[in-house]
């Protein structure tokens, strides 16, 4: 049920978005020069940031689709990651990157990373759009990282807030509203 109380303070804008899309896009088509690149993309979060990456690079390049969800309709993790599509990708001897929209806890990538690296790529990254402090602070190999945000509730650009939001085309701030009164 929408809220009305809730309010959405611009993070970041559509401009920046696009920009650094770019500069990471050219990092990667040098990182890859010559070969094929298997993107691996999370839904359901990751489906714009994914699309226009993929749109900017030059790299030749295959994509896959696979669920990860541990958020529930709230705007904390419930700790728990459950991965779905990952039995059905042909990852052997690819080359393969990981496109993530947020990494929060770190806890989803970390599990994504552990389930393909199973899968005998021949070499594995990982590219998100944004990377909270808590994230950052872990051991987890984020090879391209969009922007380092702080401890923001974002939503828009493919993110929701209870499947909400997905489609605005900036990155917000979301305020949850408080109780009905
Ligand atoms: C979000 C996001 C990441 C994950 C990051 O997915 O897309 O996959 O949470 O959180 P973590 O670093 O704490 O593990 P979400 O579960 O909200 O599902 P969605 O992408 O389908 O909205």
Redesign the pocket.
């Known amino acids: 049920m929408p809220d009305n109380t809730e309010r959405l303070l611009l993070l970041i804008s559509e401009r920046r978005i696009r920009a650094r899309i770019a500069t990471l896009a050219r990092r990667i088509d040098a990182d890859y020069r010559g070969r094929t690149l298997c993107l691996v993309v ?5 489906f714009v940031f994914a699309a226009d990456l993929a749109r900017q690079l030059a790299t030749p390049s295959t994509t896959d689709f696979i ?6 309709t709230g705007t904390r ?1 419930s700790g728990k ?1 459950a991965l779905g599509g990952t039995d059905a990708l042909q990852l052997d001897g690819k080359h393969v990157l990981v496109v ?13 990373l552990d389930v393909l690296h199973r899968h005998g790529p021949a070499s594995l990254a990982l590219c998100t759009l944004l990377r ?1 402090p ?2 950052g602070a872990l051991d987890l190999a984020a090879d391209y990282v969009g922007f380092d945000i702080g401890h923001d509730f974002g939503v828009g650009y ?3 807030y209870a ?1 909400r939001h ?1 489609n605005l085309r900036a990155i917000y701030r979301l305020i949850p509203g408080g109780p009905a009164g």
């Open positions: 999370v839904l359901k979060g990751a669920s990860a969800s541990s958020y529930g993790s990651v993530e929209d947020i990494l929060d806890t770190g806890r989803t990538g970390a599990a994504i909270k808590a994230a493919g993110m929701d499947e997905r």
